[in-house]
């Protein structure tokens, strides 16, 4: 893909990526290699009650984004953040161009674009 621009919307069960340009959109959906389950920490268990990062989801993601300039990174919850760490560690290269990372709860397709759009918008009128 060779969009200059790219945002990502994930959550543990699923991550929207989409590269953008004014008028065109190419999306792909990347599902995780092993089916989430919500843990709950319960009183006297041995472990933090939390399910372990998935390495290959988010190798998966970072391939989908693969081509972009500049990536947003979105969603409700941890999943965006683990994706980041997981850039900085096995991406570098990748890291430099994450250039958002914001809380966004479950918009439609159509509303990412739209956000992601106002977004770069905004952060290449503070460029100049």
Partial sequence: MSHYHA?????QSEAHVMH???GE???S???PTKPHAHLHA???SIGSGRQ???KDYYHAVVEALKGAQEILVVGPAQAKLQLVKHIHTHDPAMSDKVVGVETVDHPSDGQLVAYARKYFVAKDRMLT
């Fill in 42 to 44: 319960k009183s006297g």
């Fill in 29 to 31: 959906l990347v599902l």
């Fill in 52 to 54: 372990p990062e998935d």
């Fill in 25 to 27: 959109v190419e999306k």
């Fill in 7 to 11: 945002v990502v919307w994930l959550d």
């Fill in 20 to 22: 953008i340009t004014a």
